[in-house]
């Protein structure tokens, strides 16, 4: 069974920046994908980047391009997001989610494993 845990989210000024870390364990195939999804209040499930174990192909949502960047450690089976020039407007639950193939599209329903996600607070 998949598990996912996130970890790093927390209060950051508007301007800041904060990494997430998700650490996925209960697989053993070296071949899947890694995404971050957000989801803040009264809104729908955003994607916000994907990235492939096999070659690393990242996909970002529009609304985080040039300023998040994901990362990942095929090792230790982690994906990390790096979200720099932080708003008001980024704040929401983020949560790390696992699919078990790397030809992916960066869409919430083609993840099978989720996390519970860590809060991310944008404010002064």
């Not at 949502?61 to 020039?85: E, P, W």
């Not at 790390?96 to 944008?122: E, I, K, M, N, R």
Request: one cysteine or more.
């Amino acid at each position: 069974q998949v598990r996912l845990v996130e970890s790093g989210g927390g209060l950051v000024q508007p301007g800041g920046s904060l990494r997430l870390s998700c650490a996925a364990s209960g697989f053993t195939s070296d071949y899947y994908t890694l995404a971050w999804f957000r989801q803040a209040p009264g809104k729908e499930l955003e994607a916000v980047a994907c990235i492939a174990s096999s070659d690393g192909m990242t996909s970002y949502g529009n609304s985080v391009k040039g300023r998040f960047t994901i990362t990942r450690d095929n090792a230790k089976k982690q994906s990390h997001l790096q979200m720099n020039i932080l708003s008001p407007e980024d704040t929401a639950v983020y949560f790390c989610a696992h699919a078990p193939y790397t030809d992916y599209q960066c869409l919430p329903y083609f993840f099978t494993s989720w996390g519970q996600g860590t809060q991310v607070t944008v404010s002064s």
